[in-house]
């Protein structure tokens, strides 16, 4: 250890990231106190790391953390979560912010401060790459100011901004690739609460429990949309139809338009969703390159069209993992298995119910006779903490179906998952 490089050891201090070893491994000898010096590059600062972080006052833990970051000259990433701290003031957040900013590559902060401190005004024109801020306010944006010049990822959360200021933040960060927004507190100037987002270099976002009329988001390069626990009435998506995965988790919609050009689409992941058949047919029908779809708790408000296997098929030749929840409503089974299309390339099939009955094995096995090249069957349930007697009569009635089913493919990989 005597002859290794100080970069070497500021290397190592670094892949420590947590403080207090950080601190502890420095304290060996004089030359690791010079590579947390001068060759340390990440500091975390997290509440889960040392129970004893919760035991001190906020003051104590402020002067903490500012003599430790005070020990280093050259941090690339700051990380400061501490759930269990209401708020720290001000003059120290700003002390960290100012003596970090010319280095700093990533910054994660998640404390009110009070008052609360301009974290774009602070961190604003330098390095900054990627920036997780939570808890705070966000107010009077300056696009010409404020700029985040390499800025590829931004996270909000529980975060408080208006609409106008977000549009704005997004551009003043010509770079930005990923967006995470979780529960954010918008400020609307009237009645509508619209939310209007663009942005040119916009790759992935994130969004969730988030509750507006409108959302218009124009990303001509976006290749993932993850929406989840939302309500919206209008969700709107305009590009060039570079989208590749589509995921939609427990989202209330009256409508939505990703485009017509959904070509590109390789994941479409959508779970505990109610939409017109129509409309969902729309959306999806031309994503001929897909290679998974997720259809689970999925509802066609539509008594006239459900989507069976032959639609499956033929609409989705190169699909190679099929998930599929068993719904039955009304007698009526929303994954039927008319037709005789054989799904070629489907090697992971996931099947499930929410309420079980005597017809689900031999849904199973329809679906088996389906996928000729299966190599993964996996199996999720729900089974009831309580269960009557006739409950237990039926998922033994199942398990034995599968035993005898699965003699058959000999060749394919089982797993059950119940919750």
Known sequence: ???????????????????????????????????????????????NDWPVYRDLTTRRLEILITQTIFQTTGLQCLSIFMDDVDEFSAAPVIAWLMYTRETLRHLLYNVRTTPN??????????????????????????????????????????????????SLLLTACPMIEVL???????????A??????????????????????????????????????????????????????LKIDD???IHLDIGENTENL?????????????KFYLMVSRSSKLRKLRLWGVVFDDDDEIMDLETIALCFPQLSHLCLSYDLRDGVLHYRLPGSS??????????????????????VAGLLERCPNLK????????????????CNMLANFTSSIVRLMRKYVNVEVKFEYE
């Open 180 to 190: 995470v927004l979780i529960s954010p507190e918008i400020a609307m100037s009237d």
């Open 251 to 253: 989202v209330s919609v």
């Open 376 to 391: 993964k069957l996996v199996i999720h349930g729900v089974v009831s903490e309580v269960k009557t007697h006739e409950e």
């Open 192 to 245: 509508q609460t619209t939310m209007e987002l663009s942005s040119p270099t916009l790759k992935n976002i994130y969004i969730e429990a988030i509750s507006l009329d409108k959302f218009i988001l124009e990303a001509d390069c976006l290749d993932t949309l993850h929406l989840k626990d939302c309500i919206l009435e209008l969700f709107e998506l305009i590009g060039k139809g570079t989208l590749k995965q």
């Open 266 to 278: 390789e994941v479409v992941d959508v779970s505990n969703f109610t939409i017109m058949w129509p």
């Open 117 to 166: 401190v301009n974290i774009l005004e602070k961190c604003g024109r330098q390095k900054l790459e990627v920036l997780v801020l939570a808890h705070n306010s966000i107010t009077g944006v300056e696009p010409s100011y404020q700029r985040f010049p390499c800025l590829k990822s931004l996270s909000l959360s529980y975060v408080s901004i208006s609409a106008l200021d977000l």
């Open 342 to 363: 054989q799904l070629e390339n489907v090697v992971v099939l996931e099947l499930g119910w929410t309420v079980i009955n005597d017809l689900f094995s031999h849904w």
């Open 1 to 47: 250890m005597e002859n290794l490089p100080v970069e070497v050891i500021g290397n190592i201090l670094s892949r420590l990231g947590a403080a207090r070893d950080v601190v502890i491994a420095s304290a060996t000898c004089r030359k690791w106190r010079e590579a947390c010096r001068n060759h340390l590059h990440a500091l975390s600062f997290n509440s």
